[in-house]
């Protein structure tokens, strides 16, 4: 048999995707020589490529044991990963590169499942001082990943400059910017990628993506505007009616936001995400019904896992309107059930030891005394807590009044924080104790230009901030600090009955939602202890039971003339782009309260561990 000869069929075979064929010659080169490398590896990559992977890594832990070739050492790695086995596959893989230390290829599949298996280190060691374009943007992937914001979109912008003409580059540079919120930078780079492509038949695509990034920088006339000039080349989709129809509901048209919601569905009857919204504006159809259609859609093949879960928590809240209480937790239960296997796929679930870690880092950092920038006028008006603890009515309540202005979950503090103590870790800047006022001022004009603002009464009521309060006082050492206590019951139920974004991995599990909760108070308790008088403490019940009295003494905090008008808050049309948009049309009332005692019975576990941990009595 002319072995070479036929290997070099099996392999055209193979790239045709003529499996079956390619695989009988591989086997009769087997039959001929049981030793030989290539057989193996085709086999192996063949039944890699059907997902079997205990018999693809049979096949080709025998091909590297002959031959350590690179190409077989990477799909060798990706068959143990699939297998759950992340530190065999990432060894495979960084010996795959030191074999072929100059192959860009192979360079560029092996940076990408390192960062895939969460090796960002790793890659930026393999991908150092190399100028690849394609090893640039992962290089550049790996140091975001790490918190390097400010060296991700240097390394980015660095190709650029040697590049200027790719299109893709700047999209990538759109793409890194976006991921780390400096929307004025993604803004910039989507621009020039649209200016720069070639028309194609994705430009419809490309369109409805720029769309979408307008609607995340929170650019509500500008995306209305764009729409405007490109309806006709908009792709009509599930996805691009959806769009609209967010936009549609920041300006206060419900009967547009419908319309979108049922065509939207009409087209894509799983889109978990215009079910949501459905729930919200549809005065027709009844919440039994909707309940029932969604859990439907949740079970069927066609929904995708995330589509499964905004199903299973829009029927556990229609559930709840009709005070079926048991089924509305079922489906909360689903949902978050979904989502946790999601972050155990992506290799991103919650860490309670990693989250103590963190938190005790901070507090050892800025348990003494700092220096601070100058205290300028006017500062920022901090609004922080737990999520669903009362953040937003404050922030409305606030907005009422004479010269302030909202700024929402603003997560400029979120990245500066990175991106100070990435460069604190890696030995770039001082510890809080040794940096100047001049540093944290240039961090704090870094705060405003992130905020796309100039210097104001600005809210910023993004919740997580409550482990920035050292860096806060740092910047801005006479920013009001408003901190929101709420029902640790009420918060923990608020949060487990939504979907949340990134960011938010000990949300969908009730002992990681007391652990977070519980952290989040020691981190309180130790901030209200290093700087007394300096923040705030607001009662949710309080704010509900005596509003006028509560916002008199929130507005004098803040250095304000009380509105008494600001309780009429509901009245005043404003963009609102959490969770609770709706609740903040109403006026104050107390839905809110107790919620938890209909759920009593499946909540018992949570509440024995708040109670153990000491959180309530």
């Known amino acids: ?65 002959l031959e350590p070739a690179p190409e077989f050492l990477v799909n060798l790695g990706m068959a143990e990963e699939s297998l759950q086995r992340p530190r065999e596959a990432a060894t495979n893989y960084l010996r795959a590169a030191s074999l072929a230390p100059e192959d860009e290829a192979i360079l560029q599949r092996v940076s990408q499942r390192l960062l895939h298996l969460g090796c960002e280190r790793e890659v930026m060691k393999l991908l150092a001082g190399r100028a690849e374009p394609p090893l640039l943007i992962l290089y550049a992937r790996a140091a975001a990943k790490l918190g390097d914001w400010s060296g991700a979109l240097a390394t980015l912008q660095e190709l650029l400059r040697s590049n200027p003409e790719s299109p893709e580059n700047w999209r990538e540079l759109a793409t890194a910017a976006a991921r780390l919120r400096d929307y004025p930078t993604a803004l910039a780079a989507y621009r020039r990628y649209l200016a720069s492509r070639q028309p194609g038949d994705d430009t419809g695509q490309a369109l409805l993506a720029f769309a979408d990034l307008l609607l995340l920088a929170r650019q509500p006339q500008e995306l209305r505007d764009f729409l405007s000039e490109h309806q006709s080349k908009l792709p009509a989709t599930s996805q691009a009616l959806l769009l609209q129809a967010k936009l549609a509901r920041l300006e206060g048209s419900e009967a547009e936001v419908l319309q979108h919601l049922l065509t939207a569905i009409e087209l894509e009857p799983s889109n978990g995400e215009a079910w949501q919204m459905r729930l919200e504006f549809d005065r027709e159809i009844g919440p039994e019904a909707l309940a029932q259609q969604c859990q439907t859609l949740a079970a069927g093949s066609e929904a995708a896992p995330r589509d499964s879960a905004l199903l ?54 800025f348990a003494g005394k700092v220096a601070s920038a100058e205290a300028q006028t006017p500062q ?34 979120e990245f500066l924080a990175a991106r100070y103590y990435w460069d604190l870790e890696n030995g770039n800047q001082p510890p809080p104790q040794e940096a100047g006022a001049e540093y944290w001022a240039k961090l704090a004009a870094d705060y405003w230009r992130r905020s796309s603002s100039e210097p104001q009464r600005l809210t910023d009521k993004m919740p997580h901030n409550f482990r920035h309060i050292g860096l806060i006082r740092a910047l801005f050492p006479a920013a009001p600090i408003i901190y929101l206590r709420r029902d640790p019951r009420d918060v923990c139920l608020s949060i487990f009955s939504r979907s949340f974004p ?40 309080d704010l509900i039971e005596t509003p006028q009295q509560q916002s008199r003494e929130i507005a004098e905090f803040c250095s304000l003339e009380w509105n008494p008008h600001c309780l009429d808050f509901h009245k005043t049309h404003g963009a609102s782009f959490t969770f609770s948009e709706l609740q903040v049309r109403k006026p104050i009332n107390r839905e809110g309260l107790d919620r938890w005692r209909h759920y009593e019975r499946e909540l018992a576990p949570l509440i024995h561990s708040l109670r153990a941990c000491g959180e309530i009595e």
């Open 502 to 541: 990134d960011g938010h991995s000990y949300a969908c599990d009730l002992n990681w939602l007391v652990h977070f909760y519980h952290q989040s108070c020691v981190m309180m308790r130790f901030w209200m202890e290093r700087f007394p008088g300096q923040i705030m403490q607001v009662n949710y019940r």
């Open 380 to 413: 920022p008006i901090f609004i922080l807590g737990m999520p669903r603890s009362g953040t937003t009515l404050v922030e409305r309540l606030l907005g009422e009044h004479a010269g302030v202005s909202t700024g929402g979950e603003n997560e400029a503090m």
């Open 1 to 65: 048999m002319d072995i070479a000869g036929a290997l070099e069929r099996a392999q055209q075979l193979h790239d045709m995707n003529q499996l079956e064929e390619a695989e009988r010659i591989y086997r009769a080169a087997l039959v001929a020589d049981s030793n030989c490398a290539d057989a193996l590896y085709g086999l192996g990559t063949i039944y890699l490529q059907r997902q079997q992977y205990s018999e693809s890594q049979d096949y080709l832990l025998r091909a590297v044991e």
């Open 312 to 365: 299973e928590f829009t029927a556990g809240r229609a559930w709840e309107a009709c005070g079926h209480f048991s089924a509305a937790f079922a489906c909360f239960q689903r949902g978050n059930e979904i989502q946790c296997r999601q972050l155990a796929a992506r290799k991103c679930g919650y860490d309670p030891a990693a989250t103590e870690a963190s938190m005790a880092r901070i507090r050892s950092l």
